[in-house]
């Protein structure tokens, strides 16, 4: 089983609280908010996910048509190679330029470690081409922006009580 916050293999051990499991007393402390998160009814994210996407794009600031989007990184240095997956709250236009600056800065970045450069590199490329082409805005709204929803209205939650208890 797999750290609910940090994603570490848990074999043995490990704390637990509610439907999740955590590798350390750190990671459980850590997360606040995702045990929060689980109480959330799905008709408060349903609501929260209509108002995100009717929003203006943090990037260009047009209104409306607002998914999570993903773009693909890799840089690599002689023996280091670092790729990441780069979720981001933007409109259409906004995910694609950023889709397709990171599509050429990995293919002129991504070669030059040996040998996960040569390895990582096409996937990465492959999977910034899919992400240009799949537009998840579509149809219904996301699992991502569904989860992101989900945990801001849970670090709202969180927030709201820290306050109470400074009131008191």
Request: net charge positive.
């Amino acid at each position: 089983m797999a750290c609910s916050t940090c994603g570490s293999s848990i074999l043995f051990g490990g704390k637990k609280a509610g439907s999740r499991k955590y590798c350390s007393k750190k990671c459980l402390n850590a997360d606040e908010v995702g045990r929060i998160s689980d109480s959330v009814t799905d008709n408060q994210v349903d609501d929260l996910v209509v108002q995100i996407r009717g929003s203006a794009c943090p990037s260009c600031k047009n209104e409306g048509g607002l998914e999570m989007f993903k773009s693909y990184f890799v840089y690599s240095v002689i023996i280091l190679t670092s790729w990441k997956e780069k979720p981001e709250l933007s409109c259409k236009p906004c995910a694609k330029k950023r889709q397709i600056k990171d599509l050429f800065a990995s293919f002129f970045l991504g070669w030059w470690g040996i040998p996960f450069g040569l390895i990582v590199t096409p996937i990465i490329l492959i999977m910034n081409g899919v992400a240009l082409i799949v537009d998840p805005s579509k149809k219904h709204p996301s699992k991502a922006i569904k989860e992101r929803a989900r945990l801001l209205i849970a670090q709202d939650i969180l927030t709201t009580r820290k306050n109470a208890q400074q009131g008191q």
